[in-house]
């Protein structure tokens, strides 16, 4: 058997027998020291996996730091402390300049500090970020309830719709598309709702493989079914713009395109903070299972 056979979440669930572990589970290992909890996190970005080469370096290191800073806030947590271990091939210096100067500048925007870590020689490049956060109450991905309702931040598929762009290696691209790619490019962890999710959310988590695949594992992990109404998702007007440019349906790329980075979370409709830029796009009941428009679905990005 390979594990391409059992797939990434197969893996997972076997390493975790091996390990014997009650806690493994949720985006960040949640660890009580005195009345504060540290947050643990790690994210390996690798080439032609996550990134390629010819991005710009900046944007990848700041990327690296994001995705992390992600699982915290999807946590209810603040970034503090980073090592940052890299695996190179031998690069010219002035790539991996600008790869630090992207992490130095992701660092001073999430006020967090890189404290040490590793370089290693490699067939192709590796950042591999280690994060340590804090919170006074961490939420995880158990704990969602019937009742409650489903929230995502900002707006979904903004940066799988970047990646076509990228791909497609245009010499131009109009405004909107570049904002597509910068999207996917240089996400921005939605720190700016950690404390909304300490104080409100009963489940939480980052949305990196999309928002359906997400979805199913606050389902498992809190044992409810989840339905989510494809009418009152969020896209933004970019991604309106591309669907219409390349004949695409907005509905798929927020349903099941990955690296939106925004979070999704669940709590009583009679938390909804009209002053944030959430949106409630379902509901919360008993059962299992996650269905869009009363229809079973899967899917969304998948390592193996
Ligand atoms: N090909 C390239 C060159 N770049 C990409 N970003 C993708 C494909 C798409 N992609 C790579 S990983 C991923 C997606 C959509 C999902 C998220 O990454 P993962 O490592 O699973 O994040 P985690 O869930 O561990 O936070």
Excluded at 68 to 75: F, M
Excluded at 177 to 204: C, F, G, M, W
Excluded at 228 to 242: G, H, Y
Aim: net charge negative.
């Amino acid at each position: 058997m390979r594990v391409s056979d059992i797939g990434e979440f197969g893996l997972i669930r076997r390493l975790t027998e091996i390990l014997g572990s009650e806690v493994i589970g949720d985006d960040c290992a949640h660890l009580q020291l005195g009345n504060t909890y540290l947050l643990l996190t790690t994210d390996l970005m690798l080439e032609d996996v996550h990134f390629l080469r010819r991005y710009p370096p900046e944007a990848v290191g700041w990327k690296s730091l994001s995705v992390n800073v992600s699982d915290v806030a999807g946590n209810g947590g603040e970034p503090k402390w980073v090592l940052v271990s890299l695996m190179l091939p031998d690069l010219e210096l002035g790539y991996i300049e600008r790869l630090y100067t992207g992490i130095k500048k992701a660092c001073e925007f999430y006020r967090c500090e890189v404290v040490g870590g590793n370089v290693s020689r490699g067939e192709r490049l590796g950042i591999d970020v280690f994060l340590v956060g804090l919170s006074p109450k961490p939420v995880g991905r158990k704990g969602a309830k019937p009742g409650d309702s489903l929230f995502v931040t900002g707006t979904l598929g903004d940066s799988r719709a970047g990646l076509e762009l990228l791909s497609m290696e245009k010499e131009k691209y109009e405004d909107f598309e570049l904002a597509l790619i910068e999207r996917h490019l240089r996400p921005t962890a939605r720190i700016d709702y950690v404390k909304h999710i300490q104080k409100y959310a009963n489940a939480s988590m980052d949305i990196s493989d999309g928002l359906v695949a997400d979805a199913h594992h606050i389902c498992e992990r809190s044992s409810v079914r989840i339905d989510i109404d494809s009418s009152k998702l969020p896209f933004s007007n970019e991604l309106l713009r591309f669907c219409e440019k390349y004949g695409k349906d907005p509905k798929d790329y927020a349903l099941y395109g990955g690296e939106d980075y925004q979070l999704l979370f669940t709590h009583p409709k009679a938390r909804w903070n009209p002053f944030l830029d959430m949106s409630e796009i379902g509901i919360v009941s008993e059962g299992k299972g996650v269905f869009v428009d009363g229809k079973p679905a899967e899917g969304g990005y998948k390592h193996f």
